[in-house]
């Protein structure tokens, strides 16, 4: 069998990616917002009972305000712009899947492109109700937007993943 899907790389698209990315990370996001609440209220308390702070912790606290700033920046502001400037905006993908491998078929800024990739060469692969992302690495994956598919073919997708990668590795949601 041969199931194909088509792409086009949009800028909703990459921030759809984007925001996906991060809500995997939410024990992350949980852990550094408590931290950074302890702290400042921690300090605020310190403030409040009269405790003479020194300089050394005043500087912590810049240092751990510089710090938190530049991790808010670095996820949540420069993507918007990252995106914006992207060469992939505008690609179209041509996914074709079969029973080991797909084939992706490129037209782009670039030019065109044809690749083969063994599903075995993937870390994982992810479901969500309209995409599936192969992941090739931890951060970044191919984006197979599956509106157009329909239950059989995405069964057969299902199935040639969960064949090469195994169970654990390839999450599916309906």
Same mark, same amino acid.
């Given at each position: 069998m041969e199931?194909?899907?088509?792409t086009t ?5 990459l921030?759809d990616?984007?925001w996906f990315?991060l809500k995997r990370?939410?024990?992350?996001w949980?852990v ?10 921690s ?6 009972v009269?405790?003479k702070?020194?300089?050394t ?5 810049f240092i ?8 808010f ?6 993507p918007?712009?990252?995106i914006k400037?992207?060469?992939n ?7 074709t899947?079969?029973?080991n491998?797909?084939? =992706?078929?490129s =037209?782009g800024?670039?030019g065109?492109?044809?690749?083969t990739i ?5 870390k ?7 995409k599936i ?25 299902k ?7 195994? =169970? ?7």
């Amino acid at each position: 069998m041969e199931v194909k899907a088509k792409t086009t790389y949009t800028k909703d698209l990459l921030m759809d990616f984007h925001w996906f990315s991060l809500k995997r990370k939410a024990v992350f996001w949980i852990v550094f917002t408590f931290y950074n609440l302890f702290v400042i209220g921690s300090t605020l308390f310190m403030f409040w009972v009269g405790a003479k702070l020194d300089s050394t912790y005043i500087m912590a606290l810049f240092i751990m305000a510089f710090l938190d700033t530049f991790v808010f920046v670095a996820y949540f502001i420069l993507p918007h712009f990252q995106i914006k400037k992207s060469k992939n905006i505008g690609t179209e993908l041509t996914y074709t899947f079969y029973e080991n491998e797909f084939n =992706i078929n490129s =037209i782009g800024n670039f030019g065109s492109d044809y690749s083969t990739i063994k599903y075995i060469a993937l870390k994982k692969a992810i479901k969500t109700d309209d995409k599936i992302y192969l992941f090739v690495n931890k951060i970044n994956a191919f984006i197979v937007v599956i509106n157009e598919l329909n239950d059989d073919e995405l069964g057969f997708i299902k199935e040639a993943l969960t064949n090469s990668l195994g =169970i654990k590795k390839v999450k599916w949601k309906f």
